[in-house]
DNA sequence: GAGCATACCTACTCGTGCGTAAGGTTACGC
DNA sequence: GCGTAACCTTACGCACGAGTAGGTATGCTC
């Protein structure tokens, strides 16, 4: 009496991924601390036992969360940006694929960024990665430093870094709330405010994307 | 036998500042959940039932926090950005004066940014302030744009105001975590990304505060 | 088709923390 | 010097949600 045969005992690998999809979706709604383990056990479709057999206690999940989401992002960036192009050529497909990586995860971004940043125990996992997307940056901006002969000091190099991804993240943050908006227009926004700076826009200049 | 004769019976408009100021404090190391009522009331010598006496349920509290931080933060700008000053001085001059506020009230700086954020019944509150902040920033750009004969759509506009709100307030974050930072030369170095952009920066272009 | 492991459930315990009821104490008006 | 109102307390009720104990069903192996 029925063609699907009522989805269940499934195997644990599966499950799994099915609730870290619910735990994202619900932490990236509520929060952590409001968010619940039974919401998530029923948006899974599952009891919440077995959400601790799998995934352990609410901290372990959340961390679980943290680190697939992050990973996911981190890949999606590093796999764009090659070493061997010219800084801005960089800098613009790392921006492309960050916001392609936001447009299409709004959910896993919300955990990252609005909640992962105030609940202390985490605070240090998500710096970590942070610190990680600032030093690409930094070496980034360095290497082409060199070339072009300028010398700055290493923490300047940090702070121009960080404003940087900052910059980034508001914007995702942005796209992430207005789900009509195009990630790779946004890009090149981002590109155009990174690259030119709010006073070469002012006159008139504008940069854009090159053609492929 | 004191010379204080022991902070008792205190009037109503005294205990209520004294109460923000031990909830900023908590609210800014524990985040909203964690902290705890029977915490703040602790820090603010005070037991409970005059927390909600005076200032209502934990949801009302925070809320005043968030707009008396706020408001402290918006006067701060404000107040040196003076409309008939050139762009490129306004912006300056409304940076420092958010660095400064950073560096002098970094407890309510982690209120606003990092707490205010995730929790729904509050993202609205703040939204609202970071909207008129952008918008400033927004109308600031549209004036010298107009001056300088150059056209560009509303969103466009919101965008680079966003991104520029943005990495302001990753410096400042930044900022809150480098006790040993100097807001001033903080604020140097983010008109330097801002105004100049990482291009010109590669160059070896930099830009100075003008002298006072 | 017996046995065993794995998937899965219902129904509970227990701590924590919000919000309050009811009562004590100090200052001030008259 | 006495009422009264504002200030302040201790001690509790109550709900919500994390984590668990113990039991049931299903597929897989021989």
Chains 1, 2 share one sequence.
């Not at 619940?36 to 029923?42: G, K, L, T």
């Amino acid at each position: 009496m029925s063609g699907t045969p009522t989805f269940k005992r499934l195997p644990r690998a599966v499950r799994e991924q099915q609730m870290l999809d619910a735990a994202v979706r619900v932490f990236s709604r509520h929060g952590f601390h409001a968010a619940s383990m039974d919401e998530i056990a029923e948006v899974a479709g599952i009891s919440k036992p077995m959400v601790y057999a799998y995934l352990g206690t609410k901290e372990e999940l959340f961390v679980a969360c943290l680190h697939r989401e992050g990973t996911r992002m981190m890949e999606a960036i590093a796999g764009a940006a090659a070493p061997e192009l010219d800084a801005d050529e960089r800098l613009w497909r790392g921006l492309r694929a960050f916001f392609g990586f936001v447009g299409a995860h709004r959910d896993g971004w919300a955990v990252l960024y609005r909640q992962a940043r105030g609940s202390q125990p985490f605070a240090g996992e998500l710096a970590a990665m942070r610190s990680r997307l600032v030093e690409v940056v930094a070496g980034m901006l360095d290497h082409a430093l060199r070339a072009e002969g300028v010398e700055v000091s290493e923490t300047e190099l940090e702070v121009v870094a960080y404003a940087l991804v900052g910059a980034s993240e508001s914007l995702a943050d942005w796209l992430a709330d207005h789900p009509e908006a195009d990630p790779g227009k946004t890009a090149t926004r981002m590109m155009n405010v990174a690259w030119l700076g709010a006073g070469q826009l002012l006159r008139g200049v504008t940069w854009h994307p090159p053609q492929e």
